[in-house]
């Protein structure tokens, strides 16, 4: 029986490792989002929000890289979406078992673990250099859709995936063409899923700082862009370049920054869970 | 009506066929820079010497110094997120209540959803103060800090990937070794762990391309001196924080600065290519497998 309470004795100490790592994960969570907030959120006012970047820390406000953040977002929604929504239409429903569509897949998988500054040096050489749009809005938004485009595909073909057959045949059934079975009974039912995944990508296209730094974006923009030729700068590229000065200030405007910055991510993320959990019991 | 049908088809296929252009553009630009680099320094130099000075008047190019710096924070990376994350994983599957299980894991992938500067903000201003306090000696700019840091954002990846991959192995298995009396423990490293391992040692694969590619935390926390050190107390330089440092600055196209930046990024993407083939060619045999 010595064997049996030693066994015992592991079992429990392993379990007791395993809270203990599982609430250290959240523990660090805890103690980054106090020292940011508790750091930061001195600098948290209407001035904050709406004051040009500046070369003295305590004036340094975030309006320009707001709506840098804004405007990329906005071109790359406008760019990512119809392209990632129509290839991920296209694997699902489309594509044969063709050598073309397990090239794509490979291919695709591929792309979602490329690291994100290799997009930017994508980007420098493609749009910066070859297309000739410099260190524009643009070229910014360009190279963080091609980066987003694998996460809406692969959501948006989950998404399709989980659409019950039976709902598609009926539409078949009453003569409907493909095109409009998509358009009518395949997107309705899958939008949730696709919709996750975009506000889940746009989150994390949101916080992308490096392929933004080699395409071009400023670390002190003292206007608002007016055009998608101009120069901007985000917020996380404001972040960063605080950071990285060696005065108090900067960082105490770094953790303010911070904490919109993470305000903005959780608040997408909690939408998309929401959404997904919405969708989920509609499906079921 | 045909004609209508035929064309949302092609264009259809035209969005899915921008990834490939993505892909072919990415080798594109890497190789064309990257050729013409090596015109100017040789091959053997790139890959041997240990010396990586191409800002500076009297110039090197070892990218080992470099590529020292990035492997030695992503080794520090899985050393933390390895056993934290798998442990998470194996407790989540076998001992966690399910309504626990629920709660728990969203809060964890907060963890992954952090932007990677907010990462390199906490590296900086409160993980390596803190950790000075234990270790005096430690410098400003380390790659411990930062591939602690590193881990952590890892940790996520790790735990939700392998539970995935516990998840999927058959529950008689489980079931069976229960039935023999096996502890949860011994259930777990003798049965599950196995049984899943490819989806595991995938898990592990991808945390480390992802680790070797991250940028933000490393610019920030580890410094911008390309030393050829497995020290994790002193500063060191990554393939990623250097094309940084590049950008930040003003290096005129054509400039070999400017090429230097792509010859490390074709040696990056070369590094999480194979890395990544490897997981792929995995997960496809293991989901035959399951099957």
């Known amino acids: 029986m010595n064997n049996h309470k030693k066994n015992k004795y592991i079992d429990q100490s392993f379990k007791v490792l395993g809270i203990l790592f599982t609430m250290l994960g959240i523990f660090i969570l805890g103690v980054l989002i106090y020292n940011i907030v508790i750091a930061g959120f001195t600098r948290i006012n209407w001035d ?30 406008l760019f990512a979406i119809p392209i990632g929504v129509g290839a991920g239409i296209y694997l699902e429903e489309y594509a044969k078992k063709s050598k073309f569509s397990s090239i794509l897949e490979i291919n695709i ?44 595909i692969v959501a948006t073909r989950e998404a399709i995936k989980a659409v019950p057959h039976s709902l598609k045949e009926a539409s078949y059934g009453l003569g409907a063409s493909k095109w409009q079975t998509i358009k009518n009974v395949v997107l309705p039912s899958s939008f949730g899923g696709i919709l996750t995944g975009i506000i889940l990508s746009l989150s994390r296209a949101i916080g992308e700082t490096a392929p933004l730094i080699v395409v071009g974006a400023m670390a002190y923009v003292p206007f608002v862009p007016h055009s998608i030729f101009d120069t901007y700068s985000v917020l996380p590229m404001q972040i960063f370049s605080w950071t990285t000065r060696p005065q108090q200030g900067f960082a105490i405007a770094a953790a303010g920054a911070i904490i919109v910055l993470l305000i903005i991510t959780f608040v997408m993320n909690g939408i998309a869970v929401y959404f997904r959990n919405k969708w989920q019991k509609r499906l079921k | 009506m045909k004609v209508k049908e035929k064309i949302i088809e092609f264009i259809l296929k035209f969005c899915a066929s921008i990834t490939i252009l993505t892909t072919v553009g990415i080798i594109a630009v890497l190789l064309f820079e990257s050729i013409a680099f090596f015109k100017s320094v040789s091959i053997f130099e790139f890959l041997t010497d240990t010396q990586w ?19 030695l924070t992503a080794a520090i990376a899985i050393a933390v997120a390895l056993p934290i994350g798998l442990t998470i994983a194996i407790y989540l599957n076998m001992y966690a209540p399910t309504s626990f299980r629920k709660t728990l894991k969203p809060f964890l992938e907060i963890l992954a959803a952090i932007p990677t500067v907010v990462y390199g903000f906490f590296a900086l201003t409160i993980v390596t103060p803190f950790l000075q306090t234990i270790y005096p000696d430690l410098e400003t700019f380390n790659s411990l800090s930062a591939g602690i840091v590193m881990g952590i954002m890892i940790i996520p990846f790790i ?7 516990l998840y999927a192995v058959p529950k008689s298995l489980k079931l ?46 580890a410094g911008q001196q390309p030393q050829f050190t497995l020290n994790p107390t002193v500063p060191v330089q990554t393939i990623t924080s250097y094309i940084v440092q590049v950008s930040m600055g003003d290096a005129p196209q054509g400039s070999i600065e400017y090429k230097t930046i792509f010859a490390a990024g074709l040696t990056l993407f070369v590094f999480t290519f194979i890395l990544n083939s490897i997981s792929f060619y995995i997960k496809k045999k293991y989901q035959e497998k399951y099957e």
């Open chain 2, 176 to 221: 069976a070794s229960f039935g023999m009396g096996a502890t949860r423990f011994q259930t777990a490293f003798k049965v599950m762990v196995p049984a899943a391992s490819s989806g595991i040692i995938v898990s592990i694969i991808l945390a480390i391309s992802r680790a070797i590619g991250e940028t933000m935390i490393v610019a920030i926390a």
């Open chain 2, 159 to 165: 735990s939700s990937l392998s539970e995935d991959a």
């Open chain 2, 53 to 71: 000075t191409p800002l500076y008047s009297e110039k090197h190019f070892g990218i080992l110094a470099l590529v020292s710096g990035t492997f």
């Open chain 1, 48 to 77: 904050f929000l709406t004051s040009l970047p500046s070369r003295k820390p305590e004036r340094a406000g975030i309006y320009t890289a707001i709506i840098g953040t804004l405007d990329l977002m906005l071109l790359t929604v």
């Open chain 1, 109 to 152: 998988s591929n792309l979602a673990g490329v690291p994100s500054i290799i997009y930017g040096l994508l980007g420098l050489g493609i749009f910066v250099r070859f297309f000739g749009f410099g260190g524009s809005i643009l070229s910014g938004s360009l190279t963080l859709s091609l980066l987003i485009l694998p996460i809406i």
